[in-house]
T-cell receptor, first 111, second 112 residues
Framework: DTAVSQTPKYLVTQMGNDKSIKCEQN?????MYWYKQDSKKFLKIMFS???????INETVPNRFSPKSPDKAHLNLHINSLELGDSAVYFC??????????FGNGTRLTVT | GENVEQHPSTLSVQEGDSAVIKCTYS??????FPWYKQELGKGPQLIID?????GEKKDQRIAVTLNKTAKHFSLHITETQPEDSAVYFC???????????FGKGTRLSVIA
């Protein structure tokens, strides 16, 4: 009964490939996010969706495209992967004015 | 936009001692300040939070203090235990729909 679950946990791929990370939350939250954590542990917001609508899109290359089929799911698709995309990607969810709940992350390694 | 600075980046304490992590924020409109603990291989987990209408909040060995005038807030962990070893993040948010902005984290090591 994991609250925020994301798959896969590990993803190793070559430069130039296209890959997707899936996220699902069973908390009934209206807002979902993708955060990127680099090698120095810095957590940075990438996208925020509220009720399937994109509300925040930080300075992220357009190779990254989030997709929200319903308010319980927010997937992240990445085209033409680059070495610099290697990081841990966290999905999270929340309600307005309530704490953020994170998934356990997807470690992406681009070789 | 909001900018959150966190110090120190690493902290080592002896088991049983106290640990203090400090954060400052830039946006005076920020009104929500959570602290997260991240263990190896896991996502950050909320351990305590405070809103701007409160100066201090305590939950067992963990406390958070907020100084709105100075725009800083601190995490205090008393009687530290080895299982407190982790990376701790502070964060700030100005309104319900804006995303949390995180500090750069503090790696706490509790030495038995």
């Amino acid at each position: 009964d994991t609250a925020v679950s994301q798959t896969p946990k590990y993803l190793v791929t070559q430069m130039g490939n296209d890959k997707s990370i899936k996220c699902e939350q069973n908390l009934g939250h209206d807002t979902m996010y993708w955060y990127k954590q680099d090698s120095k542990k810095f957590l940075k917001i990438m996208f925020s969706y509220n009720n399937k609508e994109l509300i925040i899109n930080e300075t992220v290359p357009n190779r990254f495209s989030p997709k929200s089929p319903d308010k319980a799911h927010l997937n992240l698709h990445i085209n033409s992967l680059e070495l610099g995309d290697s990081a841990v990607y966290f999905c999270a969810s929340s309600q307005v004015n309530s704490p953020l709940h994170f998934g356990n992350g997807t470690r992406l390694t681009v070789t | 936009g909001e900018n959150v600075e966190q110090h120190p980046s690493t902290l080592s304490v002896q088991e049983g001692d106290s640990a203090v992590i400090k954060c400052t924020y830039s946006d005076s409109a920020s009104n929500y300040f959570p602290w997260y603990k991240q263990e190896l291989g896991k996502g950050p987990q909320l351990i305590i939070d405070i809103r701007s209408n409160v100066g201090e909040k305590k939950d067992q060995r963990i406390a958070v203090t907020l100084n709105k005038t100075a725009k800083h807030f601190s995490l205090h962990i008393t009687e530290t235990q080895p299982e407190d070893s982790a990376v701790y993040f502070c964060a700030a948010r100005s309104s319900g729909n804006t995303p949390l902005v995180f500090g750069k984290g503090t790696r706490l090591s509790v030495i038995a």
